[in-house]
C-alpha cells in the first residue's frame, strides 16, 4: 500500500478532532488539502476510512485498523527524528487527558505528587470533553484519560478494541450559589425554586455535553451566561450573576463568595470519574501517573 507521512498524519488528525474542518485548522491546511489527504489514502488502501454525517465523519472498522499502524509508524519516525536531533530521550513522558472537573481536584495534585517523587517524568496534560479525549485516545494523541460517565456506566464508545476502564472516584453533583443569596443558609434548595434562578453553562455542542443546568430541572432554565473555564463560573456565582451545577469533589477549589447545596426534591445526581486507556500493557511511567491518580482519589473520597 503506497502511502504517504502526510497522508498517515491527516488521519491520525481526523480520527482525533472528528471533522475535516477542525483537522484542517489544527494541521495548518485548507479543508479541500485535508478531504484530498483523505480521498488519496482511501484510494490506496482501496477501502472507505471514514463514514461520512452530519455534523462531522467517523472511523470505518477498516479505518481503525490502518490508524492502528498509522500511529505505530508516527510515532517510531518521531523518536527517529528526536535521536537524530540528539534530543534527550523522552520514555519518561505521560500524556495526560482530563475532563475540566478533574484539573484543579485531581490532575493538579497528582503532578505535584510526581514533581517530588519523579522529577524526571514528563507529563503533558490536554483538557476536554469525554467524547473528544475518547478520539485522542483512539487516535494515539494521550496514553491515559480522566473521563466523567453517569448511570449505568456504560464504555465511552463502541469501537474495538474495547477501551480498558478503571472506575477511581465516585461523585454527585450539588449547586454552587452565592454565599449571600436565598439559599446558602439552608444547605438545599428545590427544583422549583432553582427553575426561577438564572443560571451559568457551558456550551455544548453536538455530542460534547458539559454541565450548567442541574439535569431534568422543570421547565425552560434562563441561562444568561454561557462560560466553559470553571473559575469564571464559579467567580461569577460569587458576584450574584447566577447558580451553577458542579462536581462536589470541587468543594476544596471553591472560592469565596460560593456555598455549595443539595437539590431536595430531585434524585441525586450521581457521576463516575474513571481512568481509561487503550487496552494492552501499561509503560512504567504510565504505572507511575496512575499510582499518583489513584492515590489523590482515595485522599478524595475519606
Request: charged share 25%; glycine share 8%; proline share 8%.
Amino acid at each position: 500500500m503506497d502511502v504517504t507521512v502526510v497522508g498517515l498524519r491527516v488521519l491520525r488528525e481526523v480520527a482525533e478532532r472528528g471533522t475535516f474542518t477542525a483537522a484542517a485548522q489544527e494541521l495548518g491546511y485548507t479543508q479541500s488539502a485535508v478531504s484530498r489527504q483523505v480521498a488519496g489514502l482511501e484510494q490506496a488502501a482501496g477501502v472507505r476510512l471514514f463514514d461520512r454525517f452530519p455534523g462531522g465523519v467517523r472511523l470505518t472498522a477498516e479505518g481503525r485498523a490502518l490508524l492502528r499502524h498509522a500511529v505505530t509508524a508516527l510515532d517510531a519516525l518521531d523518536a527517529a527524528d528526536r535521536e537524530l536531533r540528539g534530543a534527550r530521550d523522552d520514555s519518561g513522558r505521560v500524556r495526560l487527558g482530563h475532563i475540566p472537573a478533574a484539573g484543579p481536584v485531581l490532575v493538579a495534585h497528582a503532578l505535584a505528587t510526581l514533581r517530588r517523587e519523579r522529577p524526571r517524568l514528563q507529563v503533558s496534560t490536554r483538557e476536554g470533553t469525554t467524547p473528544s479525549l475518547v478520539r485522542a485516545l483512539r487516535a494515539g494523541a494521550l496514553d491515559l484519560a480522566l473521563l466523567s460517565s453517569r448511570p449505568p456506566h456504560r464504555s465511552p464508545d463502541t469501537d474495538a478494541p474495547p477501551l480498558h476502564t478503571e472506575p477511581l472516584l465516585e461523585d454527585r453533583l450539588v449547586v454552587a450559589v452565592p454565599a449571600d443569596g436565598r439559599f446558602a443558609d439552608r444547605g438545599e434548595a428545590t427544583a422549583g425554586e432553582l427553575a426561577d434562578e438564572t443560571w451559568i453553562a457551558a456550551p455544548s455542542g453536538r455530542g460534547e455535553p458539559l454541565l450548567g443546568v442541574w439535569p431534568g430541572l422543570p421547565g425552560r432554565p434562563r441561562v444568561h451566561h454561557a462560560v466553559r473555564d470553571w473559575l469564571t463560573k464559579l467567580h461569577l456565582v460569587a458576584a450574584g450573576a447566577g447558580v451553577t451545577t458542579v462536581p462536589a469533589t470541587l468543594r476544596s477549589a471553591i472560592p469565596p463568595g460560593v456555598r455549595l447545596v443539595t437539590v431536595a426534591d430531585l434524585p441525586e445526581e450521581r457521576r463516575r470519574v474513571s481512568l481509561v486507556r487503550l487496552p494492552g500493557p501499561t509503560t512504567p511511567p504510565v504505572d507511575a501517573v496512575l499510582h499518583a491518580l489513584r492515590r489523590r482519589a482515595a485522599e478524595l473520597a475519606d
